[in-house]
Structures are given as C-alpha cells and as structure tokens.
C-alpha cells in the first residue's frame, strides 16, 4: 500500500524551461510535505517542504504547490538548469508520527542544455 | 566533517553471512533514522531513535534486523544471517530532534549492501 506516489519514473525537460514534478498521497493524517533531491551515489538532500496549512511556498527557482482536496503537490523548477538533473523524491509526514517520513519511489529529473 | 558519515560505503556479503553498518551522525543532532532504497523503489522507513526514549523499531522487516545506537551517538545496524533481498542502497539521518528540524532529515551517502 504506497502512501505516497509518483507515478512518472522520468522526466526530461530543456534547460530555461519549466519543471513540473507530480506527487499524489492518499493518507489524510499527513500534514507536512517536503521534497528532497538525490544525486547518484549521495544520500538525499532537502530542497523545500511545505505545511498543510499552506497551498504554495517559494525558495528561488522553486515553488510547491498543495491541493489538499485533491491530495497531489507538484515541484516547479523554473528556469531549470542542466545542474538540477537528479531523482527528486517526495515525502509526507503524518499527525501523531511526524518523524517518520514516507517517501515515493521518486522522479528521475533530466535538464538537456 | 559536518555531515552524517556512513561505513562501508559499499559492502559485499555472501548469503547467510552477518553485516554491520555503521552511521555518525551529526554532532548535537538526537533523532537517528535508518532508511533503506531498494531497486526501483522509494525509501523504506527501517527504525528511529530520539535521545533516550525507546527506539521505534516498527519498520524493520524481520528479526533478522537489529540497531543500536551507543551513548546516544553512533548507530550500527546489524542484519543476521543476510539474504538475497537485504541488497539495497541503507541510508541513515540525523535530525535535530525538535522544532521543525524534527523532520529535516539530513542523509549520509548510504550502504551499498549486496548479498551473493
């Protein structure tokens, strides 16, 4: 039973455009959502995070947005740069749990020059 | 260093064989997490420690698995008796434990664990 999805493996885009990573959950207790960016042979790193509180939160190039009626977040990454190719997983946390994240399988992210 | 520091960063083992895995992690960071990423599938929530409290250990596969994490610093995870399926990529996090750096997870690069 996977809680949280990310049903495109892959996704290529040409450098200055935008990036659009999809996540859907099903589980209505998670309350915060972050997203994390891996490159090959490195352990995840933390690009942005948003409360349930919040439809949107920016940080530079990027932008989550949450539509919790609809339980789906996307990642946008503009202008996307050939730097950003990487797999980009999603994760939530739940009410009552919120140390234990749940990830995706996450999205393998490629910016072409 | 700065960050979480895991060893072996890669380790083969024949099957039947015990590993440990061992995870630093941030200095002054109390929440410890084991993760594992099997092939083609997302990070897998293994058991968390915070401080003294008892560690949840809900998300360990099998009897098999166990952690430990010493003067509430280093970690070692030990699977026995190891199978074909154990093969994955073990990461470890630290947190700061509090706040909303509750769950700012930060990685180490990972346990490349393969079982022949």
């Known amino acids: 039973d996977q809680q949280v999805k990310q049903n495109s493996p892959s996704l290529s885009v040409q450098e200055g455009r935008i990036s659009i990573l999809n996540c859907d959950y099903t589980n209505s207790m998670f309350d915060y959502f972050l997203w994390y960016k891996k490159y090959p042979a490195e352990g995840p790193t933390f690009l942005i995070s948003?409360?349930?509180?919040?439809d949107k939160n920016e940080d530079g190039r990027f932008t989550v947005f949450l539509n919790k009626s609809a339980k789906h977040l996307s990642l946008h990454i503009v202008p996307s740069q050939p730097g950003d190719s990487a797999v980009y997983f999603c994760?939530?946390?739940?009410?009552?749990?919120?140390?234990?994240?749940?990830f995706g399988k996450g999205t393998l992210l490629t910016v072409n020059p | 260093g700065a960050g979480v520091s895991q060893s072996p960063s890669n380790k083969v083992t024949e099957k039947g064989k015990d590993v440990e895995l061992r995870c630093d992690p941030i200095s002054g960071h109390t929440a410890l997490y084991w993760y594992r990423q099997s092939l083609g599938q997302g990070l897998e929530f293994l058991i968390y420690?915070?401080?003294?409290?008892?560690p949840d250990k809900s998300g360990l596969p099998s009897d098999r698995f166990s952690a430990e994490r010493t003067g509430g610093s280093v970690s070692t995870l030990t699977i026995q008796r190891t199978q074909q399926e154990d093969s994955a990529v073990y990461l470890c996090?630290?947190?700061?434990?509090w706040g909303e750096g509750y769950i700012l997870l930060h990685f180490g690069n990972g346990t490349r664990l393969t079982v022949t």
């Open positions: 420690f915070q401080g003294n409290s008892a």
């Open positions: 948003i409360s349930s509180i919040k």
């Open positions: 994760a939530a946390s739940a009410r009552g749990s919120n140390y234990k994240l749940t």
């Open positions: 996090a630290s947190s700061l434990g």
